[in-house]
């Protein structure tokens, strides 16, 4: 079955740092691997996706996302924190050929940008 | 186009009442979400729609919980008895197409609480 992980319930980086938020995942075919983050009492917003091609991903917001398929991981990048990244981030992982178009969640990181 | 648009946004309610939960999704979009939010589970995907039919719904919790997709544009979730452990935010998300790399759009969710 596939699935995400996030090992890391919360992240903290002071601002202007580089932050990296983890993830791995587990699917029978090719991964089609998201990341969305969460802005208190709103929905998920999509950041980026990987699909196929160059393993760096550049999405919204200055983020980026590094696919390693030796590694299964796709980890959530960005070289220089800002205050208002803080929020709550979710790997997600969509394979078509162990269940068609279901999307799966991983548990979610909060990400704490201190100024 | 507004997005997805759920309602209410905030719903309180005693146990043993019947909570409807209504979603409209992205003109044009074929795939309708329903997820539960908690704290202690993340993110949990309850059941999805394609082309109005309902094509997996092993994550809903048990019978009192039911799901239909009438036509494109409209989707209810309904609990029938609501009992206190249901009080969660649930997100309703669309997408379009059945390749894995499109992105699901989600509404502002509902925040239920059952008393």
């Known amino acids: 079955a596939q699935s995400v992980a996030q090992p890391e319930d919360q992240v903290n980086v002071a601002e202007g740092n580089p932050l990296t938020v983890k993830c791995t995942y587990s699917v029978s075919g090719n991964p089609y691997l998201f990341w969305y983050v969460q802005y208190p009492n709103r929905g998920l917003q999509f950041l980026l996706k990987?699909?196929?091609?160059?393993?760096l991903v550049k999405g919204s917001y200055g983020f980026e996302a590094e696919f390693n398929k030796s590694q299964t991981s796709f980890h959530l990048k960005k070289p220089s924190a800002l205050v208002s990244d803080s929020a709550l981030y979710f790997c997600?992982?969509?394979?078509?050929?162990?269940?068609?178009?279901?999307?799966?969640f991983g548990s979610g990181t909060r990400l704490s940008i201190r100024p | 186009d507004a997005g997805v648009i759920q309602s209410p946004r905030h719903e309180v309610t005693e146990m043993g009442q019947e909570v409807t939960l209504r979603c409209k999704p992205i003109?044009?979009?074929?795939?309708l979400f329903w997820y539960r939010q908690t704290m202690m589970r993340g993110l949990e995907l309850l059941i999805y729609f394609n082309n109005n039919v309902p094509i997996d719904d092993s994550g809903m919790p048990e019978d009192r919980f039911s799901a239909k997709m009438p036509n494109a544009s409209f989707s209810t979730l309904k609990i029938q008895p609501s009992e206190p452990r249901d009080s969660a935010v649930y997100f309703c998300a669309s997408s379009l197409g059945d390749t894995p790399n499109t992105e699901a759009f989600f509404g502002q969710g509902t925040r239920l609480t059952v008393v």
């Open positions: 003109s044009g979009h074929d795939y």
């Open positions: 990987y699909i196929t091609g160059d393993n």
């Open positions: 997600a992982v969509r394979d078509l050929y162990s269940s068609a178009s279901k999307i799966i």
